[in-house]
């Protein structure tokens, strides 16, 4: 009797001993998801240094020729027209922008009407812009079709590598007439102001839907 209480005393023990000495593995297993990357777009404007000029006089039959305003004198009747091409970089999903245009008018016009226009690239007939030297012309773009509004003509597209190229014309018209002691501005200068582009990010209006 007792040594049949000794080994049920002896198992007993012998499975406390194991059931507290041992673990169970429980299973894992890792993995990585890829984070991905996120690339950023582009904003920029650049534009020609300065005029290029051709003398757009009628009627010659070299109209149309480049000249070099240091040299080339007007007269009443002629008309100069002065060229700059301004490239614009846009690329982003949800990119707009604002692209503006200023110029300072002469102090003394010297019988001289300036204007410019603004032609989008690929179009040399029909302007999108058109004024006065030194009043402000405002311009909207859109990288690409998923911010462009339908219904606003002024937007222009971008091309697919998110640049486009926009050219400047400056039209100088000599109108000043009078004859003997009348000839009017008779050697004046008039010094053209600088043209001044800027271009500036939109998050709302034409062009733009969030």
Known sequence: ????????????????LLSGGSTFALWSAQDTVE????????????????????????????????????????????????????????VGDNLAARLDLTSVAPGALNGLVLGYEVFAEGDTTTPVAA????????????????????????TIL???????????????????TGSGQARNNVTASTVLGNVGVSLTQVRTGAGFSS
């Open 35 to 90: 984070g991905g990357t996120i690339v950023n777009g582009d904003l920029n404007v650049v534009a020609d240094e300065s005029l290029s000029w051709i003398d757009a006089s009628a009627p010659r039959g070299d109209a149309n020729h480049a000249i070099d305003l240091d040299t080339w004198r007007m007269v009443p009747g002629d008309v100069a027209k002065g060229t700059q091409t301004v490239d614009v970089t846009l």
């Open 158 to 176: 971008v091309e697919e590598d998110g640049t486009t190229t926009l050219t400047v014309v400056v039209t100088a018209t000599f109108t000043d």
């Open 131 to 154: 004024g006065t030297y030194g009043a402000p012309a405002t311009l909207r773009f859109a990288a690409n079709d998923k911010s462009l509004e339908a219904t606003t003509p002024t």
């Open 1 to 16: 009797m007792k040594n049949k209480t000794k080994g049920i005393i002896a198992g007993v023990a012998g499975i406390a």
